[in-house]
C-alpha cells in the first residue's frame, strides 16, 4: 500500500495558486518526499523533492511539516497546462498511491 | 543524452506467449523501477533495483521477472501473458532515491 494520503481530486481557476496536501505518517527520517505529476496520456513527470526544509525550483514550491508528516505542494499561479494527477512518494522504493487529479478552470 | 529509453512503444501478444520489455538509461543512474498503469489507475510498482545485481519485489510481481546485470538497463520479462497484464507499462531511473526519477516514454502492452 502507498505511504501517503491525498484528496482525489481538487479545483482551481487559473492565475491563482493552488496548494495540493500530502499526508505520510509513517515517514522515516532518512525518507525524501518526492513530487510527480502525470498530464493526460503521458508518462509522470518530476516536478520537486525535499527532505526537512522548504524547496523551490522554478515549476513549484514545497511546504514541509516541521514533524514531516505532511507536505504541501504549491503551484503559485496555475495555469491550464498545470491540469494533471499530482502524487505524493516517500521512501526508496517509489510506490505510488492514487494522486490528487487538478483540475484547472479558465 | 537519451535519457530513459523503452522499446517497444506498442506490443500486441497472444495468451501465453513471453516476452522482454527493454529498459535503457544512459544517466549512470544505480536506482531502477517498472510501474504498470491499467486506465484510469494510478502507478504501481512491479519491480525496482538499487544496482548492478541488485533485485527487489514491488507491490504487484507475479508473473513478471527482472535482473539488473549491467548499469544501463533493466529488462522486465513476461513469463507467459495473460489477458490480466494488459496496460501501459513505464520504466524510472535515478542516481539515488534521494533524487528525482526519470520516466520513459512507456510501452502499451496489449494481452489478446
Known amino acids: 500500500d502507498a505511504k501517503t494520503t491525498q484528496p482525489n481530486s481538487m479545483e482551481s481557476n487559473e492565475e491563482e495558486p493552488v496548494h495540493l496536501p500530502c499526508n505520510h505518517s509513517?515517514?522515516?527520517?532518512?525518507?525524501?518526499i518526492h513530487w510527480y505529476r502525470q498530464l493526460p496520456s503521458q508518462g509522470p513527470e518530476y516536478v520537486i523533492h525535499?527532505?526537512?526544509s522548504n524547496v523551490n525550483n522554478r515549476m513549484a514550491s514545497l511546504a514541509i511539516a516541521e514533524d514531516r508528516k505532511s507536505s504541501t505542494l504549491i503551484l503559485h499561479r496555475a495555469t491550464l497546462r498545470d491540469a494533471a494527477v499530482y502524487y505524493c512518494?516517500?521512501?526508496?522504493?517509489?510506490?505510488f498511491g492514487a494522486g490528487t487529479r487538478l483540475t484547472v478552470k479558465p | 543524452n537519451a535519457g530513459v529509453t523503452q522499446t517497444p512503444k506498442f506490443q500486441v501478444l497472444k495468451t501465453g506467449q513471453s516476452m522482454t520489455l527493454q529498459c535503457a538509461q544512459d544517466?549512470?543512474?544505480?536506482?531502477m523501477s517498472w510501474y504498470r498503469q491499467d486506465p484510469g489507475m494510478g502507478l504501481r510498482l512491479i519491480h525496482y533495483?538499487?544496482?548492478?545485481?541488485?533485485?527487489d519485489q514491488g507491490e504487484v510481481p507475479n508473473g513478471y521477472n527482472v535482473s539488473r546485470s549491467t548499469t544501463e538497463d533493466f529488462p522486465l520479462r513476461l513469463l507467459s501473458a495473460a489477458p490480466s497484464q494488459t496496460s501501459v507499462y513505464f520504466c524510472?531511473?535515478?542516481?539515488?532515491?534521494?533524487?528525482?526519477?526519470?520516466f520513459g516514454s512507456g510501452t502499451r502492452l496489449t494481452v489478446v
Open positions: 524510472a531511473s535515478s542516481r539515488t532515491g534521494d533524487y528525482g526519477y526519470t
Open positions: 509513517t515517514i522515516s527520517g532518512t525518507d525524501y
Open positions: 525535499g527532505l526537512t
Open positions: 512518494i516517500t521512501g526508496n522504493d517509489m510506490r
Open positions: 544517466m549512470n543512474h544505480e536506482y
Open positions: 533495483s538499487v544496482g548492478a545485481g541488485i533485485t
